[in-house]
């Protein structure tokens, strides 16, 4: 190294770690207890459990919403809380799709699109839906790559359950994001239309490196999309698995076979 060499930034792999991390809602009872994950840029990332497992709350804490009651969470360097000044500057960085989707059914699909728009903007510009050229020219570019090109104008109220959901991640998209956080998004979806958005996502991970982690019921559809996928079971995360060549692999553990995975998975949503 020369003396005139100089570095900028710490670069890594990794854009979500998470290390011993347990959080409760009531604090008597632990909603999560002792999650360890780390997870590449530009990956897709699954969690799959039963129903009250703790999936939702991982990513309400990758987007600062709860904070851990014990353990460290840095997202891309930065701690999710929003007395974070740095962390708050980044959470626009950040795009969030609820279960319930929040899209505002009495306005339009580029209205709602646009609102991904509102940290670029000021107050009053927003307020006013006084929106540049290029934003509104950038969400009916979106639009067009969630196959909604030609509803722009249609309320969400009127729109089919596949579409609400492309609504809400041209939203998300339009936020400019590095991660893209979607819990349940496929859910209640028939299986043509759930591996529509699916692809929908994965082609948009692709073009806009998005690092994206998504919350699933459906243990199949989790293992042919993401790289891999945390197992979570009554607040702990028991597996990480993924599929390389033929076989799914237990990169947890390390001593599971194909079967017993799949077997305990199956026994699990059983119940």
């Known amino acids: 190294m020369t003396a ?6 710490i670069s890594t792999k990794k854009i979500i770690q998470m290390n011993d991390v347990s959080t409760s809602y009531d604090s ?9 994950l780390s997870i590449d840029k530009g990956t897709n990332y699954a969690i799959v459990g039963p129903s009250g497992s703790g ?3 991982l990513l309400k804490l990758m987007n600062g919403m709860m904070t851990p009651s014990k353990g460290t969470i840095k997202i891309d360097y930065q701690t999710p809380n929003m007395n974070n000044k740095k962390f708050k500057i980044m959470m626009h960085k950040i795009g969030y799709i609820p279960q319930s989707l929040g899209l505002i059914k009495n306005i339009s699909v580029l209205e709602n699109t646009m609102i991904g728009a509102l940290p670029r903007l000021g107050i009053i510009q927003s307020f006013l839906k006084n ?6 020219n950038e969400a009916k570019r979106i639009l067009k790559l969630v196959g909604l090109s030609g509803k722009e104008e249609r309320k969400a109220y009127m729109l089919s359950g596949g579409e609400k959901r492309r609504v809400a991640i041209a939203r998300a998209l339009m936020q400019k994001p590095t991660i893209l956080l979607a819990d ?3 859910s209640e979806l028939d299986h043509v239309t759930a591996r529509e958005i699916m692809n929908l996502i994965a082609d948009a991970q692709k073009q806009m490196n998005l690092t994206a982690i998504m919350v699933h019921h459906d243990m199949q559809l989790a293992l042919e999309y993401a790289n891999r996928v945390a197992v979570v079971k009554e607040g702990q995360k ?10 799914i692999v237990d990169f947890q553990t390390g001593d599971l076979t194909t079967e017993e995975i799949m077997e305990m998975y199956s026994d699990e949503s059983k119940k």
């Open 4 to 9: 005139s060499s100089s570095f900028s930034e």
């Open 28 to 36: 008597k009872n632990y909603a999560l207890h002792g999650i360890n």
């Open 55 to 57: 999936k939702s709350t």
């Open 131 to 136: 929106f540049p050229e290029e934003e509104i």
């Open 184 to 186: 349940e998004i496929v």
């Open 238 to 247: 028991v597996l990480e698995i993924g599929v390389e060549g033929d076989s």
